[in-house]
């Protein structure tokens, strides 16, 4: 699969535009760019939102590339808070054999809260 890095260089390639004109287009460094490019840095969402109208990408594509380049979780969840730790740590375990129905069934349950 193609990683996120690469398919900016891709489409840098592609829109024949040097990394300092694309940086500036997206308001971010040109060093930023070149992490992103080499898969050293994960876009915000605002960001890949910027990046997918900029390139008329799906953001969703995007997304998915993002999250297939690097593909690591970072839990900022407060050590003293031992039932979400828990909830957290016993959910990336079975994470590799969880069913998708199980996954389906927890997004439900993630989703009605948000309502």
Do not use: C
Request: aromatic share 6%; charged share 30%; net charge neutral.
């Amino acid at each position: 699969m193609t990683s996120l890095g690469e398919k900016l260089k891709e489409l840098r390639s592609l829109s024949k535009m040097s990394i300092n004109e694309i940086s500036n287009s997206l308001a971010i460094s040109k060093t930023y760019l070149m992490d992103l490019e080499h898969n050293r840095k994960l876009p915000s969402s605002d960001l890949l939102n910027r990046m997918s109208n900029f390139f008329e990408v799906d953001k969703n594509q995007f997304l998915e590339l993002a999250v297939a380049s690097r593909p690591f979780i970072n839990l900022n969840i407060d050590p003293d808070n031992k039932n979400k730790l828990d909830t957290a740590v016993l959910l990336l375990r079975e994470w590799d054999s969880m069913s998708e129905e199980k996954f389906k069934e927890i997004q439900n349950i993630i989703n009605k809260k948000e309502l």
